[in-house]
């Protein structure tokens, strides 16, 4: 059995999956049968699916699970732990944003951590590329986070995060966002618990940081805001405890 999970949110993805599938096969071969690849596509109306069936016929190393409508990125990842078997789950978004070299690294840390982080803020290498309007609205919220959560992380948003499996049910079992601020919410409750969490660099591929993006940066950064307090509505309601298990 594969001990570390990666699983790979996507959402009409067919003009670029069988670059990134092509990319896995290679990573797959290189490291041994430690990693095992599991793709969550969130409700595809393209034929994501059927491109990724094609390379799973020869590849046993990785699978798809198939959500019957578009539920988020957080639902989709949501999915994918509750799926997993083994010691380790960690997921990275499928547009490779984020080398697969970062996973040596997490994987290595998770010895002796619950939760591993990807920052943005730790990758030297991005301050160049990323757009002042990112950098405001990033620091902005990633200030607003610290105020209302608490959370001392400089980066919660990177879609880079591994955990352990068991701990990482127990996480995704209690949160209730599926879209805008699920990463913020997971790292809540992971404090919450007092698991050991652990920040290392994440360094944004060169070639990402120039492509459009689906994400809205004005609209989604206020759904973000509003997110944050509902997880400090939720966390005094007690939706947060351990003792709902």
Known sequence: MSVFN?????Y???????KTCKFIIRFLRENSDIYKVI??????????VEVINDFIKTNSGIEVLKQDRNYGKGAAVKAGIMHAEGEYACYIDGDMAYSFNHLKKMYKALKDNDVVIGSRALGFKNSRRITIKRRLLGGGFNQLV???????????QAGLKGFKLEKAKKIFSKIHDSRFWFDVEVLFIAKKYHYKIKEIPAIVAREHTGKNTRVQLFSDTLKMFWGLFKIHFYNIRGDY?????
């Open 6 to 10: 990666i699983i790979i949110p996507v």
């Open 12 to 18: 009409n993805e067919e003009a670029r999956i069988a």
């Open 39 to 48: 793709f969550v596509d969130d409700g595809s109306v393209d034929g994501t």
């Open 146 to 156: 610290r105020l209302i959560t608490g959370l001392p992380y400089k980066d919660t």
């Open 241 to 245: 405890s351990q003792s709902n298990d």
